[in-house]
């Protein structure tokens, strides 16, 4: 979810905490002294089901999570069939779990549509919690999504019920001061990042790399017998939102101008099936081919890619393929970020190798002068094409596949202990 929107969604679900938070004051108030319970920090019960997994509520609120999600409740029932798991999420959770809330309504992005979305995202997240409330679960996963399951998270602890949050957010970048809530709140992390693992371990946080889904669908860069002379093939990654395609296009498009009679290369553009036509004219007008499709299949053929900053950066290294970066955004922002962001590189490759194999040309410095020379300075460079390579091949060593049926043990392992 874009950060804009994020904040949007943060801001509305902090408004609907504090007024569940004084509602809860007043009949607390309302109570004889001594009526409550006590509070008791997270695990500090022992199951009353004696270690045994019998109901699980998992939450995925954006269509990849509910697809990876999935696959881990797969794994859970093929390790224990007697299982009841209980879903906020997708479709594909809807099919293998009883779902008590559709939260596929909630994938929008952007803080206007945010905004216009937050009487249902309020209405889902309280009756979410209801439900929660009525099953009574061992275990709750959250997936991804971390502005709405941070919430959420507060909401549904309570003494004997495990919580595992499956797909970390970015806090080893940003936003670090949700550690103590991660601390207070989460048994254990199931993170997809090699790094992670450590990050968390050394801030006093359970945590296990489950590997990667993307490892598992993204196949490795097949050895291209190129024609002597035939001409480069260069792919154009603007970005899947019409933001973000507005703001990199143009300049990727004046970066292939200017690198017309220094280099021969095809240049083609992923539209994303979604966004207006009439968003890739620049693309038409330069002479760069715009085709929707599967990406990975034409990252099979591609030579070099020029990408904004996120995902795709991490799939394009799983598949080989050498990447210039750009990250761009408004200036306030920027400064903003460059005061908050606490790592030395952008983008997941980079992180995992710990150098920067992609270049990274970040706000000004990705101009089309920028992007131009970069390019060139790989492509027609055999050498440093080649170092690209080897450590590419090194970085698909590094990462591994989704075990879901290790994740699974993780999660399991908890309420054995």
């Known amino acids: 979810m874009a950060k804009n929107a994020a904040m949007a969604l943060d801001l509305a679900l902090k408004i609907n905490e504090d007024l569940i938070n004084r509602q809860t004051q007043l009949r607390s108030r309302q109570r004889t002294k001594g009526s409550g319970y006590p509070i008791l920090w997270r695990g500090a019960l022992i199951s009353p089901r004696k270690g045994k997994v019998v109901k699980l509520f998992i939450v995925a609120g954006e269509p990849s999570g509910d697809m990876h999600a999935t696959e881990l409740v797969?794994?859970?029932?093929?390790?224990?069939?007697?299982?009841?798991?209980?879903?906020?999420?997708?479709?594909?959770?809807?099919?293998?779990?009883?779902?008590?809330?559709?939260?596929?309504?909630?994938?929008?992005?952007?803080?206007?549509?945010?905004?216009?979305?937050?009487?249902?995202?309020?209405?889902?997240?309280?009756?979410?919690?209801?439900?929660?409330?009525?099953?009574?679960?061992?275990?709750?996963?959250?997936?991804?999504?971390?502005?709405?399951?941070?919430?959420?998270?507060?909401?549904?602890?309570?003494?004997?019920?495990k919580l595992v949050y499956f797909i970390s957010p970015q806090l080893w970048a940003w936003r670090k001061g949700r550690l103590k809530l991660v601390k207070k709140l989460i048994d254990k992390m199931l993170v997809i990042f090699p790094f992670e693992e450590a990050f968390y371990k050394e801030n006093g946080v359970e945590a296990a790399f489950v590997g990667n889904p993307l490892v598992n669908t993204i196949p490795a860069m097949k050895e291209m017998s190129k024609e002597n002379g035939a001409p480069r093939r260069i792919l154009l990654l603007p970005g899947s939102r019409s933001k973000e395609v507005k703001s990199n296009l143009p300049t990727m498009c004046d970066a292939k101008l200017r690198m017309e009679g220094r280099i021969d290369a095809d240049f083609s553009v992923l539209k994303h099936p979604s966004l207006d036509p009439a968003l890739f004219e620049c693309a038409t007008a330069a002479g760069i081919r715009v085709f929707e499709g599967n990406p990975h299949k034409e990252f099979q053929s591609t030579d070099l890619a020029i990408a904004c900053s996120g995902t795709v950066t991490f799939e394009l290294a799983l598949s080989g393929v050498p990447t210039v970066v750009l990250y761009r955004m408004s200036p306030v922002t920027y400064h903003i970020a460059k005061a908050l962001v606490?790592?030395?590189?952008?983008?997941?490759?980079?992180?995992?190798?710990?150098?920067?194999?992609?270049?990274?040309?970040?706000?000004?410095?990705?101009?089309?002068?920028?992007?131009?020379?970069?390019?060139?300075?790989?492509?027609?460079?055999?050498?440093?094409?080649?170092?690209?390579?080897?450590?590419?091949?090194?970085?698909?060593?590094?990462?591994?596949?989704?075990?879901?049926?290790?994740?699974?043990?993780?999660?399991?392992?908890?309420?054995?202990?």
């Open 74 to 161: 797969h794994a859970l029932k093929a390790k224990s069939p007697d299982i009841d798991v209980y879903s906020a999420g997708g479709p594909e959770l809807a099919a293998c779990s009883t779902q008590v809330a559709d939260l596929s309504s909630l994938a929008v992005t952007g803080f206007f549509e945010v905004i216009s979305y937050l009487p249902t995202i309020i209405r889902k997240f309280n009756h979410i919690v209801a439900e929660v409330e009525k099953i009574d679960p061992d275990v709750v996963v959250f997936t991804d999504y971390p502005d709405f399951n941070f919430r959420l998270a507060k909401r549904l602890a309570k003494p004997g019920r």
């Open 342 to 417: 606490r790592v030395d590189a952008i983008s997941i490759p980079n992180l995992i190798l710990k150098h920067h194999v992609f270049p990274e040309l970040i706000q000004d410095a990705a101009s089309p002068e920028g992007i131009a020379e970069e390019v060139l300075s790989i492509l027609n460079n055999p050498k440093r094409l080649a170092e690209i390579r080897e450590e590419l091949g090194r970085f698909r060593t590094l990462v591994k596949a989704f075990d879901a049926d290790y994740a699974a043990r993780e999660v399991f392992s908890l309420v054995e202990k």
